[in-house]
C-alpha cells in the first residue's frame, strides 16, 4: 500500500465539516495513520493525483460534486479504482445506501461518528485490501497470471499481468484493443470457453487450452458459483515454431500450427477450436502434411519434424 515508513497507513477525509474533519483527524493520528484532508470532491481528486491514501472516508453531502458523484469519478479511473471507499453519512434510507454501494463504496459509516467504529472498519477494510494486493502481486509474479470471467465469458476480474497476457495475445492474433473489466474474452478464448461450457461446465480438473503459439489457458476453481478462473501462461514454444516448421519442412504455415498442435497432443477438433476451422479442414490439412512428409500417421509426423532439427 502507499502508507509512509512506520506508520498503519495512509486515510484521506473528505468532509466538509470542520469538527468531523477535527475529530477524524485526531483519531487516525493516534492510531498511527497519516492522514489527510480535503473539504470537497474536486479538491479530494486533484490531491489524490499527488498522494494516494490507502483508504479514503468520503462524506456523502458536500458542496459541488457530492461523495457520490466523487466515489464515481474515482472509480472510473484505473489509476483510483482500487483504493477503498468508506461512506460517511447522516443519511440513513436503504436508497442511498444502494446508491452507495452502485457508486463503488465497500463500506458506510453513519453519523454522529464513533472513533471506535471508525478505526475498527478501517483495519478491517485495510487488511482485506492488503490481501488482496498480496495476492495478485504473487500472481503477477509467478507462472501464471489470472483472470476471472462470469458464464458468458465477460471479464469481472484481472490482474495487471493478465491485462498484458490478453494485450499480446490479441496483437498475436491481428486484434485491435485491450481487454479490460466487463469485455468478453478474446475470439478463439472466448470459443474454447463457449464449447467447454456447452459440454456442461464440468467441474475444473486442470483442463488446458493451447490458445496460440506461446499462450495456453488452464481452467482452475472459482469459489464464486456464477464464475470461472482462467489461468494464463506463457510457453517457450521452442523447436514449436509454425514459422521454423514451414521453413525446414515446406510446409504451409496452416500446416505447421496444426503440426505444432498435434505434437502437443490435441484432437483435430480441439485444433479446429484453436485455429477456427472445422474438424474437417483439419483433417485435410492433415493429409496434406503427412503427404509432404512421406509419413502415414501422426506419431510419424512429429517424429519427422523433431528429426528435422
Known amino acids: 500500500m502507499n502508507g509512509t515508513y512506520g506508520s498503519s497507513g495512509t486515510v484521506l477525509i473528505v468532509d466538509d465539516t470542520p469538527g468531523n474533519l477535527a475529530l477524524l483527524s485526531d483519531t487516525l493520528s493516534e492510531a498511527n495513520y ?12 486533484e490531491q489524490i493525483q499527488y498522494v494516494k491514501p490507502d483508504i479514503i472516508l468520503l462524506d456523502v453531502m458536500m458542496p459541488g460534486i457530492d461523495g457520490f458523484e466523487t466515489c464515481s469519478r474515482l472509480k472510473a479511473d484505473p489509476a483510483t479504482a482500487a483504493i477503498p471507499v468508506l461512506f460517511m453519512t447522516g443519511l440513513s434510507e436503504l436508497d442511498h445506501l444502494l446508491r452507495g454501494f452502485g457508486e ?6 453513519v453519523k454522529p461518528i464513533r472513533p471506535a467504529e471508525v478505526l475498527a472498519r478501517i483495519e478491517v477494510h485495510l487488511t482485506q485490501t492488503r490481501n488482496l494486493l498480496r495476492a495478485e502481486g504473487v500472481l503477477d509474479d509467478g507462472e501464471f497470471a489470472a483472470l476471472a470471467v462470469d458464464a458468458g ?17 490479441k496483437r498475436g492474433q491481428g486484434e485491435a484493443g485491450a481487454c ?8 478463439r478464448l472466448l470459443a474454447w470457453f463457449a464449447n467447454w461450457r456447452g459440454d456442461g461446465a464440468k467441474a475444473p480438473d486442470g483442463e488446458s487450452f493451447g490458445a496460440a503459439a506461446g499462450f495456453s489457458v488452464e481452467i482452475g476453481v472459482c469459489h464464486h458459483p456464477d464464475e470461472y478462473l482462467l489461468l494464463l501462461r506463457r ?6 515454431n509454425p514459422e521454423q516448421l514451414r521453413e525446414r519442412l515446406k510446409l504451409t504455415f496452416r500446416e505447421a500450427e496444426i503440426l505444432m498442435w498435434i505434437a502437443r497432443g490435441k484432437t483435430n477438433k480441439e ?3 484453436i485455429l477456427g476451422s472445422s474438424p474437417r479442414t483439419i483433417n485435410k ?3 496434406h502434411i503427412f503427404e509432404k512428409l512421406g509419413v502415414s500417421t501422426r ?3 512429429v517424429a519427422a519434424a523433431l528429426q528435422s532439427g
Open 34 to 45: 497519516r492522514v489527510l484532508v480535503a473539504t470537497d470532491g474536486c479538491s479530494a481528486i
Open 104 to 109: 463503488g463504496a465497500l463500506d458506510y459509516i
Open 153 to 169: 465469458g465477460r471479464i469481472v476480474w484481472l490482474t495487471t499481468a493478465a491485462a498484458a497476457w490478453l494485450a499480446d495475445f
Open 180 to 187: 479490460g473489466l466487463g469485455d468478453a474474452l478474446p475470439g
Open 235 to 240: 510457453e517457450d514454444d521452442g523447436a514449436w
Open 271 to 273: 485444433i479446429g477450436i
Open 285 to 287: 490439412h492433415l493429409e
Open 299 to 301: 506419431a510419424a509426423a
